[in-house]
């Protein structure tokens, strides 16, 4: 089983980049292998909007773009692995601009007729909802802002994901970072720690 991990953080040794760490230690501690994006460290330039990896090339597992950066050998890595956990920060209210980025190059992975308007596209690999995904959501408002500050952001990131047809298992929102202690912030690295766990669980259950 492979899971991969997506950062959308900047801050490498940040609290966001710790608990995706924490959360992949937990999915190998369960027998998967890992691999992990920073997608700040990653070339992926602004979709541009020419539909091209829709509306052509079918048969393809992930569609052809014009553009020439990381998103192809990434999706080509993406649509071959078993489940996934994507951490973010909250940034005005909702997900890094990395990882929206990301999710809007992600367009690759569905397909849909031109003339087939007002549809939604359909996904080249259905999941089939064999593959799972959980979320981490990191934010300096408290857990009280859960509703405003990260279900916006879980909303966001499950957009793609129902195209894929690849459920959630997790959506883990930690407020209050900023100044939070150590002792509870090691607390909250356990969480992500069983939160990788139990995404490999899931995903083994029979179907």
């Not at 501690?29 to 052509?56: D, P, S, V, W």
């Not at 909250?90 to 003339?115: C, P, T, W």
């Not at 996904?123 to 995904?133: D, G, L, S």
Request: charge should be negative; glycine fraction near 8%.
């Amino acid at each position: 089983m492979v899971i991969l991990g997506f950062l959308g953080s900047p801050r490498l040794q940040g609290r966001c980049s710790k608990l995706l760490t924490k959360a992949l230690e937990g999915a190998a501690n369960a027998g998967a292998e890992t691999k992990r994006y920073n997608l700040t460290q990653c070339n992926i330039q602004h979709c541009l909007g020419c539909f091209k990896c829709m509306f052509e090339n079918h048969d393809l597992p992930v569609g052809k773009c014009p553009l020439k950066d990381d998103m192809s050998a990434i999706l080509a890595e993406y649509v071959k692995a078993d489940g996934y956990i994507f951490a973010s920060p909250v940034y005005e209210s909702n997900i890094s601009s990395l990882m929206k980025k990301f999710i809007e190059r992600k367009i690759a992975l569905g397909f849909r007729d031109k003339d087939a308007y007002g549809k939604i596209p359909f996904p080249r690999v259905p999941a089939e909802f064999k593959k799972m995904a959980s979320m981490i959501i990191v934010g300096n408002c408290a857990d009280e802002y859960r509703e405003i500050m990260g279900d916006p952001c879980f909303e966001a990131l499950e957009s793609h994901l129902i195209v894929e047809q690849v459920p959630t298992v997790d959506r883990y929102y930690v407020g209050g970072v900023e100044d939070m202690p150590d002792e509870t912030f090691s607390g909250k690295l356990d969480e992500a720690f069983q939160l990788g766990k139990r995404l490999v669980e899931e995903i083994s259950k029979p179907q």
